[in-house]
């Protein structure tokens, strides 16, 4: 770096004679060639020419000095992507006295032959990609009053010369690659206004030394960076700090005392996230117009008295949780003036909130969870129409909460949680934004509000562990509840019937009275299932069909049930989760599988598959995989719903599954006709063009939707056309996809391998690569793609006197022969209209099958491909032109 900056020298140099040689040449000319060796992708400077009658002082980014004569002042360059070099022709605009380029793409070293600008006093190159160390010669910038080099790739020490830039007002390193172990000595930059050293990892130092001296210091920014050690004692000397944020960083010891000294114009003060101990810094309020104080997460201990907080008057945010303070929360703090968030969680504050806590007329926040409190709940709250949150959760407030309590018309959040509040929950009907509401382990005794229902965005309903009465207000079911906690109290009655399937958590459990379908009690007035279910002991659901509408609720809308089943004489035990309301048990499951066993089909390598019929009439599929245990029954329940979340035409949906210890049960649609690898190899398979052309674009949809489309994508992985199912219409669905999610990455990969008869689907970077990509579907895409288009089976056995080929081969093979392309067609169904669209089919499917996996075309490109050729039949055969389908350099 030290030969880089000498050349710099050198060169500027040969420019302070170029510029006395040509100090003629007019201020235009010079911008021209500044210009010049700048890029400008955007022509964001294309009136910067000599051509057009703009004067150069209008043109973009220049401004020139009001009087005559005109002199250029100031370039303002920034966000114009521009990149290239910063030509020190520039120096020879006279008074040039600010130079922005913030926000562009220069990628240089520090361009410190910008000193030869004598005028210059802001220099701006924020968010570029400057890089490189700071020379020590930038102390020849002698009349900069700004420097700001913030957001960019900057490296090394702090040089001891910038203590010679003695009129900087701004030095701005923020967001750097800064390091460094000795403290940076500032003491001399006695006009400076901002200081930002932020968000330096690297600069792993004590704090600056002599900041104190800085008279002048607005803003110290200090933050996220890694300075340890204690705060120096500065503040006596900072009589203009207004903004002083040291978060983040590592720093120990007490904050120095700021009781005697004044900081008159201080508006932010924050040491937040250090290791801080200590007490609360008492006098900060000699600031009289301190707007926010933010200690939080540090070791800060002692109580923080009344008197050193009454005198906040313009205080807004106080934030000192995560610490260890204790005594009377200072009860002033509540009627502050201009208060809007109070943050004091996780100490060991006592006291009471006062109900003058309705004289907080700006309050927005309050989070004091985790603390002694222990005061009636404060009468005042609901009068405070900016509250949105309160939480005060883990203390010990009691009595009843007042009628008001969730009166603010912005009230969104609340969590009363484990205190000892009783009586009645009031009925809430003002609080229309509440979202969540929390009451749990309180003592309260009444019923479940019924007003809770007319709350439009209530979301998260936690009553549990009271002692609430009562039945379960039906009206509910209006709400669109994510989680609905009533467990342990003392509810009775039936349940409404969303509330156990709509949902995707309720908890119910500790409430013996509670019945209704799922839970341990059926209602007495339920038919018919009272008597199938009578094995009581068997916790036991059905869901009837008559909720068909609850799952709307949801957008996807899931049944989950949850089931836990112990017959008495079976060891195994079965757990399952249906995503569509079965009206079935996995016993009854296994004996419908256990007859049907003998027309079992197979399917594939990883279990059987089972058309079983259910009591209801309702055909579903089961397929019985071997369970490879891998699974706890929770990350097994979190893979299903990925899969079972999945809703498109073209791919098989999952209803639900079970699991024992050694199998797993995956419960699919049922569809009647036969699978795409069934129809090949039939003498008879001799489905139109169109129809099979249609077959593949449903095929391709489906995968580019696990592809990209999903989220999370998906990879099928054991895609073939026994795994292409289709309707009675040809609208093919797949299925077995993405099992390795289920039975686990080794299993699926050791199953796969030892399937030889359907290895011909399997792309041949299988052999040597373990990790399977979208390329991997897309090649036994293509293998499907040329079994429709040959209509040979992919794993066609020996033919006669050749050895066995499978399809990829046997097509590469023929259409080395001339002519051979059209002889691998199905000739059952060529015809003159075809033949175009097959040819192009063809050429996709040879881009498929590509050895090399990046050849191999997306699958979205794929989709686009086909349905393009697929428009194409209309026209006459001469008209079709597949290379308006195809890009041309394929095969
Ligand atoms: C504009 O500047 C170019 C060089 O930058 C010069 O060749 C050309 O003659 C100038 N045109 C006019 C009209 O001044
Ligand atoms: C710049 O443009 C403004 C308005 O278009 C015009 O009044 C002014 O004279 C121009 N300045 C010069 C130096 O041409
Ligand atoms: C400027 O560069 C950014 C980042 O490379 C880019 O996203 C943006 O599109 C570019 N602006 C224009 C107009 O090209
Ligand atoms: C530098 O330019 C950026 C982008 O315009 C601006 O946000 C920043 O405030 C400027 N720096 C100074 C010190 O004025
Ligand atoms: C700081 O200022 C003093 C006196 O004004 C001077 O002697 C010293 O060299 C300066 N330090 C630096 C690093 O320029
Ligand atoms: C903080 O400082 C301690 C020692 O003073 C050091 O062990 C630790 O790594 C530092 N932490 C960070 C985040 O810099
Ligand atoms: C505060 O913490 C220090 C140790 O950090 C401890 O010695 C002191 O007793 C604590 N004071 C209170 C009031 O808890
Ligand atoms: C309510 O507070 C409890 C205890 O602090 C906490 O565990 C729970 O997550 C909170 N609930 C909500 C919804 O914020
Ligand atoms: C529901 O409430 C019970 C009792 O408080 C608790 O054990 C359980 O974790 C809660 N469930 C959820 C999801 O909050």
């Known amino acids: 770096m030290a030969s880089n900056s000498r050349i710099l020298l050198c060169l500027s140099c040969i420019f302070s004679f170029f510029l006395v040689r040509t100090s ?7 911008l021209l060639h500044f210009k010049n060796s700048i890029n400008d992708p955007l022509d964001a400077l294309s009136d910067w020419s000599n051509i057009t009658a703009i004067h150069h002082c209008n043109w973009t980014g220049v401004s020139c000095t009001n009087g005559v004569p005109l002199a250029v002042t100031s370039l303002t360059l920034q966000s114009l992507n521009l990149s290239g070099e910063i030509s020190v022709s520039v120096c020879k605009l006279a008074n040039l006295a600010h130079l922005n380029l913030a926000d562009n793409f220069f990628n240089l070293p520090i361009p410190l032959h910008l000193s030869e600008c004598v005028s210059l006093e802001t220099l701006n190159l924020s968010t570029n990609l400057i890089w490189g160390t700071i020379p020590g010669q930038i102390s020849q910038f002698k009349s900069l009053k700004v420097l700001d080099f913030s957001s960019n790739h900057i490296e090394g020490k702090i040089p001891e010369s910038i203590g010679s830039l003695q009129q900087l007002r701004v030095f701005n390193m923020g967001s750097n690659l800064l390091s460094g172990s000795d403290p940076i000595v500032f003491g001399n930059l006695t006009e400076l206004e901002v200081l930002d050293l932020s968000q330096n990892p690297f600069l792993i130092t004590e704090m600056p030394v002599g900041i104190g001296k800085l008279s002048k210091l607005e803003k110290l920014l200090l933050q996220n960076s890694g300075f340890y050690g204690e705060i120096p004692d500065f503040f006596k ?10 978060s983040r960083n590592n720093l120990t010891g007490k904050i120095p005392q700021v009781r005697s000294i004044l900081l008159p114009e201080l508006l932010s003060f924050d040491v937040s996230q250090n290791k801080l101990f200590g007490t609360f810094p008492s006098g900060i309020c000699e600031a009289k117009g301190l707007v926010s104080l933010s200690l939080h997460t540090n070791f800060l201990n002692g109580s923080i008295r009344s008197d050193s907080i009454s005198e906040c008057m313009t205080l807004e945010r106080f934030e000192v949780q995560n610490n260890g303070f204790s005594g009377d929360f200072p009860s002033c703090l509540w009627s502050l003036p201009k208060i809007k968030l109070i943050r004091a969680e996780n100490n060991r504050f006592t006291g009471e909130i006062p109900d003058s806590i309705s004289e907080s007329a700006r309050l927005e926040q309050v989070q004091i969870d985790n603390n002694r409190f222990t005061s009636k709940f404060p009468r005042g709250l609901g009068k405070v129409r900016s509250l949105y949150r309160f939480s005060a959760s883990l203390n010990g407030l009691y009595g009843e909460l007042p009628p008001n309590f969730c009166d603010s018309p912005v009230m969104s959040i609340i969590n009363l949680s484990h205190n000892h509040l009783s009586g009645r929950i009031p009925e809430v009907r ?9 009451l749990a382990d309180n003592g309260f005794s ?5 007003s809770l229902s007319e709350l439009p965005v209530l979301t998260y309903l936690d009553l549990s562990c009271n002692n609430l009465k009562g039945s379960i207000p039906q009206n509910l079911e209006n709400l669109k509840l994510a989680l609905f906690n009533v467990s342990f109290n003392q509810l009775s009655g039936r349940v409404p019937l969303s509330l156990i399937s709509g949902l995707p958590a309720s908890f119910l459990q500790g409430n013996p009275e509670l019945c209704g379908p799922g839970l341990p009690s059926s209602c007495s007035n339920d038919k018919g299932t009272s008597k199938r279910f009578g094995l009581s002991k068997f916790t036991v659901a059905i869901i009837s069909l008559g909720l068909a509408s609850a799952p709307l609720i949801f957008g996807l809308g899931f049944y989950l049930v949850y089931r836990s089943y112990r017959p008495k004489f079976e060891s195994c035990s079965w757990r399952s989760v249906f995503f569509y309301p079965l009206r079935v048990t996995e016993l009854d499951l296994i004996m419908l599988m256990d007859e049907k066993a003998a027309n079992g089909k197979t399917g594939g390598a990883f279990g059987r598959v089972y058309d079983v019929t259910l009591p209801s009439g309702e055909l ?10 891998i699974h706890s029954w929770k990350s097994l329940k979190s893979e299903m719903k990925i899969l079972a979340k999945i809703r498109h035409k073209n791919i098989v949906k999952i209803l639900g599954f079970c699991q024992s210890d050694d199998s797993i049960l995956l419960i699919y649609e049922y569809l009647p006709e036969r699978s795409l690898g069934d129809l090949f190899g039939k003498p008879d398979f001799d489905v139109p063009w169109s129809v099979r052309l249609k077959i593949a674009i449903g095929v391709a949809q489906g995968l580019a939707y696990l592809h990209q489309d999903y ?24 299925t077995d996809f993405s099992l390795d999610r289920i039975v686990g990455d080794n299993a699926f990969h050791s ?29 036994s895409f293509g293998v499907i793609l040329l079994e429709l288009l040959t209509g040979r089976p992919a794993d066609q056995l020996k033919e006669s006197m050749e050895p066995s080929l499978d399809v990829v081969k046997w097509v590469r093979r023929k259409i080395n022969i001339t002519n051979g392309a059209l002889k ?11 033949q175009q669209q097959m040819m192009g089919a063809l050429e996709i499917a040879l881009r498929c099958t590509s050895v090399v996996p990046e050849k191999r075309p997306s699958m979205w490109e794929i989709v686009k491909t086909l349905q393009c050729l697929d428009s194409r039949t209309t026209l006459s055969v001469q008209e079709i032109n597949i290379s308006g389908c195809i890009e041309s350099d394929s095969v």
Do not use: W
């Not at 000397?237 to 040291?246: A, M, Q, V, W």
């Not at 067609?825 to 209209?833: E, G, P, R, W």
């Open 24 to 30: 003629a040449i007019s201020e235009a000319e010079v």
């Open 237 to 246: 000397g900072l009589k203009s700090l207004k903004i002083l944020d040291l």
């Open 430 to 438: 003002k609080c229309k934004k509440l979202v969540s509401l929390s």
């Open 446 to 450: 009444s019923e479940i509000p019924e």
């Open 620 to 629: 579903i599929a089961v397929k019985k995989i071997p369970t490879m245990s």
């Open 711 to 734: 989220v999370p994508h998906l990879l099928h992985r054991n895609l073939k056309s026994k795994n292409i199912l289709l309707d009675k219409d040809f609208e093919p669905k797949l």
């Open 751 to 779: 199953t796969i391998s030892s399937e030889s008869a359907d290895s011909c689907y399997l792309a041949p970077e299988y052999g040597y690569t373990k990790r399977t990509t979208e390329q991997s579907d897309t090649y």
């Open 824 to 834: 691998v067609l199905d000739s059952k169904i060529m015809s003159t209209s075809s």
